[in-house]
């Protein structure tokens, strides 16, 4: 341990990471005091020699270390099989009796690089950091040992492994599994692609929300816009709404959803439509001048994919949410629930919140917030690391 290489801080650069949080960057880093080679186990330290950690350095990326321990540490095969045992515990403490969830969300499991989503009996991992791309040899064992499950997939296929030097990577690592796989939350079954769809296979980030909007369905028409595998409407149907309507732009979630509702013997009150949501509320909220737009829904559920990836494109962002906003509104009953969501990280909570009240003001609404809503507790929020947060929500009852 002691021949570590050391990557020693400037001065001032040591309280967030004191704080927590795991990431170094290149211009906050004074000196190495011996060559180290992209992937390899480092050690931090303050310029007064005062140990941070230990993590993983990479050269090529803007992240130069990412700790995985305040501690000296070895990352081998036992290490990993500790902090995935950890991360587990908390999925067990906070979401009981859910049988498929983020096992393991990077930062938010002091795992920068690693993601491990849980379907059933089926593991996805997702590597975006070189780090981690070494240690797959021993991180695969170690989920072999908590887990045993059927199978493991790699799906890795995301942008960011470019900024590390890596090339994107997807495929069976360990045992067998073809075709969609039958995902159980919260008491329904989802059909799932853990090959070619969304994310590791779908938002298990939403498993909390579902239960918790569909309170608001019983006896009501629901509306379910972005409806992907049929999350939202699925579990309003179950509640007890008389009809649910799902709109998605992509004809084969449309078609899994359809599938989906009628193996949870839903399918009688639910109704579907492949169509752009723009459109589809454009085209029903157009009225000649003088009429007004006849409102029908008790509880319309907007939960659309992020609209930005960077800063730069926010208020164009906000422009597509207050646009949607404006038009749910006009369709909204009185007393009816609008549930709305925004996976962005560049939208704070108030900035949200800001652009669906521009709207209730345009449209000459009052709002009543009655729930709030973010990430399913297996994607932990982490204050001190603001990356770890993304996911926020709210319900708002019509007032008038
Ligand atoms: N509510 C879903 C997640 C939605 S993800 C769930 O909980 O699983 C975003 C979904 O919106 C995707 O299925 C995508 O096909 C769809 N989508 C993206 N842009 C759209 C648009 N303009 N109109 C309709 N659907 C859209």
């Not at 305040?70 to 990352?75: G, K």
């Not at 309003?236 to 992509?250: C, E, P, W």
């Not at 839903?266 to 723009?278: D, H, K, P, R, Y």
């Amino acid at each position: 341990m002691e021949s570590l290489p050391t990557v020693l801080l400037k001065p001032g650069e040591a309280d967030r990471i004191l704080a927590g949080h795991p990431w170094i960057y290149h211009g906050e880093i004074l000196r190495l005091t011996a060559q180290v080679g992209d992937g390899e186990l480092v050690q931090v330290k303050d310029h007064r020699q005062r140990l941070l950690g230990t993590g993983f350095y990479n050269s090529k990326s803007k992240i130069n270390v990412r700790l995985l321990s305040p501690e000296r540490i070895t990352p081998n095969e036992a290490f990993f099989e500790e902090r995935i045992r950890t991360a587990l515990s908390v999925r067990q403490k906070h979401m009981p009796g859910a049988t498929s969830f983020r096992v393991v969300n990077a930062e938010s499991d002091f795992l920068s690089g690693l993601i491990v989503d849980k379907y059933e009996d089926v593991l996805v991992v997702q590597i975006s950091s070189l780090g981690m791309e070494r240690r797959k040899k021993v991180i695969i064992p170690a989920l072999q040992a908590i887990f045993s499950p059927r199978a493991i997939f790699e799906r890795s296929d995301v942008a960011s492994r470019k900024f590390e030097g890596l090339e994107e990577a997807n495929g069976l690592l360990v045992g067998e599994h073809n075709g969609p796989m039958a995902v159980n939350l919260n008491g329904l079954k989802f059909e799932t692609d853990l090959v070619g769809g969304h994310k590791t296979g779908m938002y298990l980030d939403q498993q909390a929300n579902y239960q918790a909007v569909s309170q608001f369905a019983k006896g009501g028409q629901v509306l379910d816009c972005f409806s992907f595998l049929g999350g939202f409407g699925l579990h309003a149907a179950r509640a007890g709404a008389t009809h649910v309507h799902l709109l998605d732009q992509s004809a084969d979630a449309i078609e899994a959803s359809k599938r989906n509702a009628a193996n949870n013997g839903l399918a009688g009150g639910c109704s579907f439509e492949a169509i752009n949501v723009f459109d589809w509320l454009k085209a029903n909220t157009a009225v000649k001048p003088h009429e007004r737009v006849v409102p029908r829904f008790d509880l319309i559920i907007l939960d659309p994919p992020s609209f930005t990836r960077n800063r730069a494109s926010v208020p164009d962002a906000l422009r597509g949410y207050k646009e949607i906003h404006l038009r749910a509104l006009k369709l909204l009953k009185p007393g009816g629930t609008l549930a709305t969501f925004c996976c962005s990280h560049h939208v704070s909570t108030e900035l949200f919140q800001d652009t669906l009240l521009s709207a209730a003001y345009d449209t000459r609404h009052v709002l009543r917030r009655v729930a709030t809503y973010a990430q399913s507790p297996d994607h932990p929020i982490i204050p001190m690391i603001p990356e770890t947060e993304y996911l926020k929500g709210f319900a708002f009852e019509l007032v008038r």
